[in-house]
Nanobody
Framework: QVQLVESGGGLVQAGGSLRLSCAAS????????MGWHRQAPGKQRELVAR???????NYADSVKGRFTISRDNAKNTVYLQMNSLKPEDTAVYYC?????????WGQGTQVTVSS
């Protein structure tokens, strides 16, 4: 099992920045990728960014050039730096960790961008 704890959400004005953190614990040796998804009211959960243990990254088109995913292996933590935030980025952001056979989720953190 892998446990994920997110932090860093909040309320910010359009154009502002936030950094989300996701700390992993438990069977972290089994993780081969971590990422962030988000879910806005009435919409499906969507991938925002992902980073593999090999360092490969991919982003949703809507956040390319504005968001950056990174990780600190010593702290077993993944970060999502979000710049130039827009009202349409408002959502609950969920951290996830993938092993070969499972996907684990954090509890989610609310990000609200006011116009």
């Amino acid at each position: 099992q892998v446990q994920l704890v997110e932090s860093g959400g909040g309320l910010v004005q359009a154009g502002g920045s936030l950094r989300l953190s996701c700390a992993a614990s438990g069977s972290i040796f089994s993780i081969n990728a971590m990422g962030w998804h988000r879910q806005a009211p009435g919409k499906q959960r969507e991938l925002v960014a992902r980073i593999t243990t090999g360092g490969l990254k991919n982003y949703a088109d809507s956040v390319k050039g504005r968001f950056t995913i990174s990780r600190d292996n010593a702290k077993n933590t993944v970060y999502l730096q979000m710049n130039s935030l827009k009202p349409e980025d408002t959502a609950v952001y969920y951290c996830n960790a993938d092993s070969i056979i499972d996907r684990y989720w954090g509890q989610g953190t609310q990000v609200t961008v006011s116009s």
